[in-house]
């Protein structure tokens, strides 16, 4: 909580253009910074290591944009004292006439929305070691039209690393690469009206998103009410014209629960008693902190559930690189549906992937990754705990969010206080269907998301709008 530059974590919006081009926008993003008040004097600046390593340039560009901004006197640097905002209301003006700075745009300063990962901790020299392996290897026909299914290396690698580490029954025939969760929802959506099923349950809090899409291939999405023990699967044996559900068993989103396994014997029971299908989304099954991993769903029953995983939250959402595994019978209407060829997942890119997870690489920024999200999921519960010891949190054995319960009728006005704060924040009634009944105040927040440099003052600006 008292880390020396805790107030620095404006976004810097830099356009990269070149080495000249990055040294530039950093400058111009910095002064605009200190003009508008969002940095103020004496203000710590990261060290130049720090920085280029969440921007993912070179350390001599930052260095050098410090050192001339020192000379124009926007900045101060001291030995044991690092580098600083200058004191003074205004800079002086360089020798020449500076070009006139671009326009910065404007956004938060701190982000704690759900939803994403810290996309500075990408392994770049570890993706490019196994790209270029990858490439090198690579067969003739992997720069021709592919297999709609995805590339056979990487769907035969995907089988051995989810039955590994998530439980998951699956053999690379039965494994459809896609290019994220939700062109593989809209591939589900597409083969289940075709198969002439009228609705799919959703949960009662989830991503709207998720249900649109459902909408628009012409299916309608009754929510399944959710409890304390996850979503009352019990009750799908009541709901007249569902055909297939929807769920997050490991951890729903975004409430945190883990499903019960009752119920998760109950979901199973349905699909084989109405010839039903599941749908399970495995968003961000390998980070568990404080329990033993909570296996896949698909494991009772690989004949009727679909099972649905991304790179999104291990690796980065960019990359737009998820996978089906489908029950045997569906793999054909899939693929039919995705197309004749692979338009959607670039053949090099499923190559590197299957090489990554292949050389360990994977294992090793999982584990690294789960290491770091948890010291920030242990800063959040400490913090709260001193500042807002009245308010509970939730949802925080696994994943990359936590649930802070709110005194009744404080959300909004939360919500608007951090946006005056510079902070993204959303609430819980933001991800609550249409149909479900209302529930309590709570904040849903993404400690995942911030860079490192980001982090400490973006949980001081959370706890300065707690009620």
């Given amino acids: 909580m008292t880390d020396p530059w805790s107030t620095f974590g404006a976004d810097l919006h830099i356009d990269p253009a070149g080495a000249a081009g990055l040294r530039a926008g950093l400058m111009d993003a910095l002064r605009e910074a200190v003009r508008s008040g969002r940095l103020t004097p004496g203000t710590r600046l990261p060290s130049s290591r720090t920085l280029a390593a969440d921007l993912g340039i070179a350390r001599n560009t930052v260095a050098d944009a410090y050192a001339e901004l020192v000379a124009e006197g926007w900045l101060t640097a001291r030995q044991g004292s690092g580098t600083r905002v200058a004191q003074r209301a205004e800079p002086r003006r360089a020798a020449t006439t500076a070009p006139r700075s671009r ?6 300063a701190y982000n704690l929305r759900a939803g994403s990962p810290d996309l500075s901790t990408f392994p770049r020299a570890d993706w490019l070691k196994a790209s270029r392996r990858a490439l090198t290897a690579a067969p003739n026909d992997a720069f021709g039209y592919g297999d709609p299914r995805g590339r056979i290396e990487l769907r035969t690698v995907l089988a051995g690393y989810l039955a590994r580490a998530r439980g998951v029954h699956a053999d690379p025939e039965t494994i459809v690469v896609c290019s994220g969760f939700v062109h593989g929802l809209m591939l589900m959506g597409k ?8 609705e799919v349950a959703v949960e009662s809090y989830g991503l709207d998103v998720h249900g649109n899409l459902l909408g628009e291939a012409g299916l309608r999405t009754p929510c399944l009410p959710l409890d304390r023990l996850g979503s009352r699967t019990g009750e799908l044996a009541g709901m007249r014209g569902v055909g297939a559900v929807l769920l997050t068993p490991a951890h729903q989103f975004p409430t945190g629960v883990p499903l019960h396994p009752d119920r998760r014997a109950a979901a199973v029971d349905w699909a084989r008693a109405a010839g039903g299908l599941i749908l399970e989304d495995d968003y961000d099954g390998e980070f568990r902190y404080d329990r033993q991993p909570v296996g896949a769903l698909q494991g009772l029953d690989p004949e009727r559930v679909v099972y649905m995983g991304t790179s999104s939250k291990s690796l980065a959402p960019g990359l737009r690189l998820a996978w089906m595994v489908l029950p045997h019978g569906l793999v054909g209407e899939v693929a039919e549906a995705k197309g004749e060829v692979d338009w959607a997942s670039g053949a090099l890119d499923q190559l590197t992937l299957a090489e990554f997870i292949e050389s360990g690489a994977y294992d090793r920024h999982v584990r690294s990754m789960r290491l770091r999200y948890r010291r920030r999921r242990d800063q959040l519960v400490a913090a709260l705990a001193e500042r807002a010891p009245a308010l509970h949190v939730s949802g925080i054995a696994a994943g990359l969010h936590a649930v802070l319960e709110l005194p ?7 919500i608007q206080a951090a946006a005056w704060q510079g902070l993204a924040l959303e609430g819980l009634s933001r991800f609550r269907h249409v149909d479900a009944e209302p529930g309590g ?11 490192d440099s980001a982090w400490t003052g973006a949980l001081e600006a959370l706890c300065r709008v707690l009620p």
């Fill in 103 to 108: 326009p910065v745009r404007r956004g938060p």
């Fill in 191 to 198: 083969v289940l009206r075709q198969r002439r099923v009228r």
């Fill in 408 to 414: 009744e009728g404080t959300e909004r006005s939360v």
């Fill in 441 to 451: 105040d709570a904040l849903v927040i993404g400690y995942g998301t911030p860079t």
